[in-house]
Structure formats: structure tokens, C-alpha cells
T-cell receptor, first 115, second 114 residues
Framework: NAGVMQNPRHLVRRRGQEARLRCSPM?????VYWYRQLPEEGLKFMVY????????ESGMPKERFSAEFPKEGPSILRIQQVVRGDSAAYFC?????????????FGSGTQLSVL | AQSVSQHNHHVILSEAASLELGCNYS??????LFWYVQYPGQHLQLLLK??????LVKGIKGFEAEFIKSKFSFNLRKPSVQWSDTAEYFC????????????FGQGTELSVKP
């Protein structure tokens, strides 16, 4: 059973471009969480999705950021018109249920660098 | 709002030294507490967790943590560190109905000198 797969591992974008980060949850997991880690800071919750639904997006910036988790395929975190401040490591985690969360597993992250 | 504070940003120890990393959280209700470790270039791995019961929790690789409710603390300990423990350590908290929505501390980087 493969772990949580994130790709790409590293993504370089110029200011104003779009960034698409992918997260394939573990087999059997229908709950996906996205976190962002800015330099010198801890991970910050962004969004929680279940298949085809956004459950909690309280940590998402109001503009330029969106997330989806379609019925088929990976979860996508999309950042439009990237700015230098978007440079960070983006992690996703997946779980088979909402609670309890002993079975929450993290991916290796995508390091986004905005030039 | 919930918050987590890790007191030490960077800790440097020699092999065989004892380790204690501080973690305090702010939340008045029932909490679930976690310590995660991130080795260089790798994903976050769960070291240990506290949900209920015995406040002294034992995890993998010889780590343990003690939940002290009155102090809102969940400090991580290891009696004798190894060079391979060099990593970043994150404390996290969630309330029971928050599921995987974890609130993380800012992390503590541990460097163990051989």
C-alpha cells in the first residue's frame, strides 16, 4: 500500500504563473487535508476535503487559492498568479475517516519556489 | 482559538544526552495531542499520540511524552539520543471533533552530534 503521494516534489514558478500541486491519498482514504509550512514556521492548516466536497476551508487565503478532490483522481491545490510570499512547503495528509485520526498519514510535500 | 507553542527552536545535543522538548497548548476542552518527526527530506511521521487514559505515552524509537493537563503541556522526552534522531520535531493538537485539522507548533530542530 503506497503512502500519500505528492507531486511534484519541487515546483518553480515565476510571479504571475499558476501552480498546481497534486496529492494522491492512500488507498481507501477519502479524507484529505492540506497544510502549508512557511520558512521558520510550523505547518498551518489550509483546507479539508472529502471526495467532491470541501468540508473546511477556514485556513485558505481568500484569493488565488482553491482546492478540489474529485471523484476520480488526486486532490489538487491550485494557486493562481503566484507571488513570492507563496513560496513554501505544501503538505497533504489523508485519512480513512474524519475521526479518530490515528490513521492520518502525511505526504513528503511539494516545495514551491516563486522567482 | 487553539495554539501550540514549542519553546525551543533549535536544540543541539551530544549522543547519549537526554532530551526534553517543550510543548504547551492553549485550549480549554478535550484535546488530542501528537508529536511528529520529520527527518531531512522525508515526510512527517507520527512519533506518538495522546487521546485518553495514561498520561505517559510511549512512542516509537524510545520516545515518550507526558500529558500534564494542569500545565497544558505535552513534553517529549528521550533518555539517550542518537545521531539518527537528528530531525525536526513538531507538536500538534486537535480537539476531538476536528479530525485531521491539526494545529502545529513551529517545530524544534534537533541536531545530535556524534
Amino acid at each position: 500500500n503506497a503512502g500519500v503521494m505528492q507531486n511534484p516534489r519541487h515546483l518553480v514558478r515565476r510571479r504571475g504563473q499558476e501552480a498546481r500541486l497534486r496529492c494522491s491519498p492512500m488507498k481507501g482514504h477519502s479524507h484529505v487535508y492540506w497544510y502549508r509550512q512557511l520558512p521558520e514556521e510550523g505547518l498551518k492548516f489550509m483546507v479539508y476535503l472529502q471526495k467532491e466536497n470541501i468540508i473546511d476551508e477556514s485556513g485558505m487565503p481568500k484569493e488565488r487559492f482553491s482546492a478540489e478532490f474529485p471523484k476520480e483522481g488526486p486532490s489538487i491545490l491550485r494557486i493562481q498568479q503566484v507571488v513570492r510570499g507563496d513560496s513554501a512547503a505544501y503538505f497533504c495528509a489523508s485519512s480513512p475517516t474524519r475521526t479518530p485520526n490515528e490513521k492520518l498519514f502525511f505526504g513528503s510535500g511539494t516545495q514551491l519556489s516563486v522567482l | 482559538a487553539q495554539s501550540v507553542s514549542q519553546h525551543n527552536h533549535h536544540v543541539i545535543l551530544s549522543e547519549a544526552a537526554s532530551l526534553e522538548l517543550g510543548c504547551n497548548y492553549s485550549y480549554g476542552g478535550t484535546v488530542n495531542l501528537f508529536w511528529y518527526v520529520q527527518y531531512p527530506g522525508q515526510h512527517l511521521q507520527l512519533l506518538l499520540k495522546y487521546f485518553s487514559g495514561d498520561p505517559l505515552v510511549k512512542g516509537i524509537k524510545g520516545f515518550e511524552a507526558e500529558f500534564i493537563k494542569s500545565k497544558f503541556s505535552f513534553n517529549l522526552r528521550k533518555p539517550s539520543v542518537q545521531w539518527s534522531d537528528t530531525a525536526e520535531y513538531f507538536c500538534a493538537v486537535t480537539s476531538y471533533n476536528q479530525g485531521g485539522k491539526l494545529i502545529f507548533g513551529q517545530g524544534t530542530e534537533l541536531s545530535v552530534k556524534p
